[in-house]
């Protein structure tokens, strides 16, 4: 009696407690569904959209800058050693430096029809300025060739070549031409030269700079490159023509005009009008280059790598390959039965 007593005496609370948290939970749940109706009693399901949204970075509403996340573009850059092989600066008998070319073959260098009208003399590889060292390469010009329309400076097809000896495989490598006939999916390009931002008298050192074709659907025989939306006070300007056009790391063109006039500083604005470069693509003049290059590598010893393929070792130099452990084991029968003889004499 006791017992039942203490039970109910206990009882009474619990129920009132339990039956006050029943009704504030009600009318709680009551008024959230009331807030979530609208004027015509439905349900409204936007606070639960709201809390499913992901943040996302406002855009600007005024984008003066054409450039993409993937783009290449970028402010001048001093190329480095042997960073690209297929690299050859075109000097005079005076040792000028006078322009750009490229290797396509083995004693075969593409440049301008401009360059080869020159006194040109001897050609450097394997260099990354204007000038001779202990690591260049000097070949002597043997002779030039022009496009066959080339006839002057209102020539369209300003392209030639320049026929120089025959070099060691570990010099330099070649460059593969494209296959593009038309420029519709070439966006990003990039052009090499000597001293692209040097004034006269400075030493002329390789270098490299990402560019945009501005005019991607037009099928035409020149294209147009401009310097894109970069912050950068390095001078920006051109003054080198011979050098390549390079697409996907395969000769998209060459270069025949450049942008004598610098700008010393440049901000993102200006940089969408700054035009770099005229450029002739590989697809005008490829048939005419393929047939000179396959007569040259007729007789062509050594043949040469293509880029991005670094130049071959030469045999007195290459080096043996080690292992992680810098110690290469041959698991012979000998070695073994020799092993086992060691470990039962330490027993």
Not at 29 to 40: A, T
Not at 323 to 337: D, E, H, K, Q, V
């Amino acid at each position: 009696m006791k017992t039942e007593f203490i039970f109910l005496h206990f009882l009474v609370p619990v129920v009132f407690v339990f039956g006050f948290i029943t009704t504030c939970a009600g009318e709680n749940v009551k008024k959230s569904v009331d807030e979530n109706r609208d004027d015509n009693g439905e349900t409204n399901d936007e606070s639960k959209d709201e809390s499913l949204d992901i943040p996302v970075e406002n855009e600007p509403n005024n984008i003066t800058c054409t450039r993409r996340q993937n783009s290449q573009m970028h402010e001048i850059q001093n190329a480095a050693h042997r960073q690209f092989p297929f690299m050859a600066a075109i000097m005079s008998q005076q040792n000028e430096y006078l322009c750009s070319g490229v290797v396509v073959s083995n004693g075969l260098i593409l440049t301008t029809a401009h360059c080869t009208q020159q006194p040109l003399s001897y050609i450097l590889l394997n260099t990354t300025t204007d000038k001779k060292d202990e690591t260049t390469v000097s070949l002597h010009v043997i002779k030039t060739e022009r496009f066959p329309t080339f006839t002057g400076t209102e020539s369209l097809k300003d392209v030639g070549i320049v026929y120089t000896e025959k070099h060691n495989s570990s010099i330099a490598t070649k460059v593969t031409l494209s296959n593009y006939t038309n420029p519709r999916n070439v966006l990003d390009l990039e052009g090499l030269g000597f001293g692209l931002n040097a004034d006269v008298g400075q030493t002329k050192d390789l270098q490299y700079v990402g560019m945009e074709n501005r005019s991607p659907e037009e099928i035409t025989d020149v294209l147009r490159a401009y310097f894109d939306c970069v912050e950068t006070k390095v001078p920006t300007c051109f003054k080198d023509t011979g050098g390549p056009v390079l697409f996907d790391k395969e000769l998209m063109g060459i270069i025949i005009k450049g942008t004598e006039e610098c700008s010393k500083e440049m901000s993102a604005t200006y940089a969408v009008n700054k035009k770099m470069v005229d450029i002739l693509p590989t697809y005008t003049f490829k048939a005419w280059l393929d047939e000179k290059i396959k007569k040259n590598e007729e007789q062509e010893q050594p043949a040469l790598a293509a880029y991005p393929s670094h130049p071959a070792a030469r045999s007195d130099r290459e080096l043996h390959k080690m292992t992680s452990s810098g110690l290469r084991l041959m698991a012979t029968p000998t070695y073994i039965f020799t092993g086992c003889v060691c470990i039962l004499a330490l027993y």
